[in-house]
């Protein structure tokens, strides 16, 4: 299985951006998927998951609100719509794949993109 994450970029504070992540080798719909982000120095953080059917998301407080996840089984993609960005957004953002019911936390996911920087300026 393989993730590729796209649409990451430079916008100022108070913008939107929108990443794909597209899934190869494998069928998207029979993985919950999620998004998670590192800024330097700091530990991958959540950020967004949702289930096989798109039925159920889950976000953290932090993005709660300004973040939108969705899937597209049909083309393979998974998107995260950001909204009202902050400069404390910004970050390598990763999409990732579980088996696992409810994925919340990194452990729980197999497998992993190669990240998209998104900077956001003040």
């Known amino acids: 299985v393989q993730l590729q994450a796209s649409g990451g970029g430079l916008v100022q504070a108070g913008g939107s951006l929108r990443l794909s992540c597209t899934v190869s080798?494998?069928?998207?719909?029979?993985?919950?998927m999620g998004w998670f982000r590192q800024a330097p120095g700091k530990e991958r953080e959540f950020v967004a998951a949702?289930?096989?059917?798109?039925?159920?998301?889950y976000y953290p407080d932090s993005v709660k609100g300004r973040f939108t996840i969705s899937r597209d089984n049909a083309k393979n993609t998974m998107y995260l719509q950001m909204n009202s960005l902050k400069p404390e957004d910004t970050a390598v953002y990763y999409c990732?794949?579980?088996?696992?019911?409810?994925?919340?936390?990194?452990?729980?996911?197999?497998?992993w993109g190669q990240g998209t920087q998104v900077t956001v300026s003040s």
């Open positions: 990732a794949a579980a088996f696992i019911n409810y994925p919340t936390v990194a452990r729980q996911y197999a497998y």
């Open positions: 080798g494998s069928t998207p719909s029979g993985y919950h």
């Open positions: 949702i289930n096989l059917s798109g039925s159920w998301t």
